[in-house]
């Protein structure tokens, strides 16, 4: 079992004759822990700190998160916090509430977000977003250098995050999707945009919503009227693979794709979905073909995403050692 | 100990423990561990193994037979087994740990490493310091700066238990 092993200059301290595992084996041990323990742990001694600081550590942390498939749900209030919360016993209970410290990013949307950043847009400013990492409680803002036409500010019609591991960064992409059944995608391969080959089961009919399900593209919908949708997801051939119908649908909704977006499918399988109008949370259970209300104590959340409990912030090194040396009164880093 | 007609009919290896203990296993059990596998596939049938004590080298050998008669059936069985496994104390596990990772068996490793990180997930770095018998290297001023710079994850109440 070939193992990441770290560089034995960054990691002086760990020759102590006090410790009684070798630095592979806690780098084992300590890659799956949660992010909230990992930060508590840093001051268990300085080689622990250097283990849970580095970068590699914080890469192959995440890979691991994914691995497990340690996904938390992030809503945001109308009040502006953001909080944890996770869906037990079809209750919304809250684990960690969260704030963005940034002026005027208080009461903000929540664009999208992958691997556990999240991507933020304030409703009044168009061109500065901020990267976040709610975890860790990282945050960056950034400027967008594409929406700086003076006539008329365009909106992306749907936002997303990317790893590319070339650059070992994330991207900020803003497809521009079109009315038609078409799926264009980025290739970051290539870096160019291409057309996904549309599959069989849309028909004209039909209108369909992406999402990231465990880690597939995931398909879901059906016919425009319809009370009924149907979930599908890309397995790693590249082929279509259905995965369930879902019926029975609330009665305060009046058709599935409209007033239903999926968030996220938990570990006993059960599917989450949100209210597009009220914000309600929903839990179905494929087994029984039930929804049920998932009961939530606040007001209704503004928005809900699935965040993955990771400690990797996108910030390369340069850039972090160029904001010491000058810091300016807004660190914005355009890309 | 197997049986001396079993031992006839079956290809076995003679592991020697760090404190001189041998050991008869069958070698289809013992080849689970990738270190014991890439030594009989250069021809040995006694394997030295240095780094590891006669306690954890037991346990290890009872965990190889359980997992090398695994079916569709005995599922629940060696999960029992699994949970009674890593239910030990801290010292234990990480003997165990070290053993696994030097044997190269990989499920094990993975199932120990789980084991001590949920084990230790919600406790005080105080307590994990007295588990991990770690000296804390820090100055006071030193680890009241990291706290604060990581307020939020010393909020709450922590286990400052040992087990």
Redesign the interface.
């Known amino acids: 079992m070939p193992k990441k092993k770290l560089e034995k200059s960054r990691l002086p301290a760990y020759k102590d004759d006090t410790s009684i595992l070798s630095c592979d084996i806690l780098f084992c041990i300590i890659i799956r822990l949660p992010v909230k323990s990992l930060l508590r742990f840093q001051c268990v001694s300085k080689p622990w700190r250097a283990i849970i600081s580095d970068r590699e550590f914080k890469k192959s942390h995440r890979d691991q998160s994914k691995e497990m498939g340690r996904e938390k749900m992030l809503l945001g209030r109308k009040s502006g916090e953001f909080e944890f919360s996770k869906v037990e016993n079809s209750e919304l209970i809250t684990m960690e509430e969260q704030r963005i410290p940034l002026k005027g990013f208080q009461r903000t949307q929540i664009l999208c977000s992958c691997d556990g950043l999240v991507l933020l847009k304030s409703p009044r400013a168009f061109k500065i977003f901020v990267l976040w990492n709610p975890s860790t409680r990282e945050y960056r803002a950034l400027r967008c250098p594409y929406l700086n036409v003076k006539e008329e500010i365009v909106l992306p019609t749907a936002c997303g995050l990317c790893y590319d591991s070339r650059v070992d960064d994330y991207k900020r992409l803003f497809p521009y999707v079109d009315r038609t059944s078409t799926i264009i995608y980025f290739d970051i391969k290539s870096d160019e945009v291409k057309e996904l080959p549309t599959p069989g089961f849309v028909g004209e009919d039909k209108i369909f919503q992406f999402l990231l399900l465990r880690r597939c593209l995931c398909l879901y919908g059906g016919k425009i009227m319809s009370k009924e949708s149907d979930i599908w997801i890309m397995e790693q051939d590249g082929r279509w693979k259905w995965l369930m119908n879902v019926c029975n649908m609330p009665s305060i909704c009046g058709r599935f794709v409209r007033d239903m977006k999926l968030l996220y499918c938990t570990e006993n399988g059960e599917v989450v979905f949100q209210e597009n109008d009220t914000s309600q949370i929903f839990m179905y259970n494929h087994k029984r073909q039930q929804f049920v209300r998932v009961y939530d104590k606040k007001v209704s959340p503004l928005i809900a995403s699935i965040c993955l409990d990771s400690l990797y912030f996108s910030t390369p090194n340069v850039k972090r050692k160029r904001k010491q040396r000058s810091p300016t009164p807004n660190n914005m880093n355009s890309r | 100990m197997a049986s001396t007609t079993e031992t006839k009919q079956k290809k076995m290896l003679i592991l020697k423990s760090a404190d001189n203990d041998e050991f008869e296993i069958e070698e289809s059990v013992g080849v689970q561990s990738?270190t014991i596998k890439n030594l009989v596939e250069d021809g040995f049938t006694f394997v030295p193994l240095p780094n590891v004590y006669t306690k954890a080298l037991i346990k290890i050998i009872d965990y190889l037979k359980k997992h090398a008669n695994k079916t569709d059936s005995n599922d629940e069985e060696i999960k029992t087994f699994d949970k009674d496994f890593v239910n030990t104390t801290f010292d234990d596990l990480?003997e165990l740990?070290?053993a696994a990772?030097y044997l190269?068996i990989?499920c094990l490793?993975n199932m120990l490493?789980?084991t001590?990180?949920?084990r230790?997930?919600?406790k005080?770095?105080e307590a994990?310091?007295k588990i991990?018998?770690?000296?804390?290297?820090?100055t006071p001023e030193e680890?009241a700066k990291?706290?604060k710079a990581?307020a939020?994850?010393?909020e709450g109440q922590?286990d400052e238990s040992l087990d």
């Open positions: 990738e990480f740990v070290s990772n190269h990989s490793m490493c789980q001590i990180a949920d230790i997930k919600d005080s770095p994990v310091r991990f018998h770690i000296n804390c290297d820090y680890e990291i706290r990581n939020q994850a010393f922590f």
